[in-house]
Nanobody, 121 residues
Framework: EVQLVESGGGLVQAGGSLRLSCAAS????????IGWFRQAPGKEREGVSC????????DYKDSVKGRFTISSDNAKNTVNLLMNSLKPEDTAVYYC??????????????WGQGTQVTVSS
């Protein structure tokens, strides 16, 4: 079964860090672009970061550049998002998914349940 499962969210104070993990099953993360997205209450889902197939390139939303780092672990078949210097505006449900390519709004497969990140001020 093809599946992506997010984990690692939680409650953290502003300035703190969290590491999100996206565990893939049914396919190899090395063969697909994998993106992290987030949706805050009352807002549309937005792309946060993406890593291309084979990990060749990475993209970041401007507001997270320099604070977030995306990486893939082929041995564990996961894609991780290390989030440092968190801000209250980073509060959202975070999802991982397979876009057709980094920058594409088209997703292969379905969305997972996501993981909640809450940053207190």
């Amino acid at each position: 079964e093809v599946q992506l499962v997010e984990s690692g969210g939680g409650l953290v104070q502003a300035g703190g860090s969290l590491r999100l993990s996206c565990a893939a099953s049914g396919f190899s993360v090395d063969n697909y672009a994998i993106g992290w997205f987030r949706q805050a209450p009352g807002k549309e889902r937005e792309g946060v970061s993406c890593i291309s197939r084979s990990g060749g390139t990475t993209d970041y939303k401007d507001s997270v550049k320099g604070r977030f780092t995306i990486s893939s672990d082929n041995a564990k078949n996961t894609v991780n998002l290390l989030m440092n210097s968190l801000k209250p505006e980073d509060t959202a449900v975070y999802y991982c998914a397979r876009p057709l390519s980094c920058g594409s709004s088209l997703i292969i497969g379905s969305w997972g349940q996501g993981t909640q990140v809450t940053v207190s001020s």
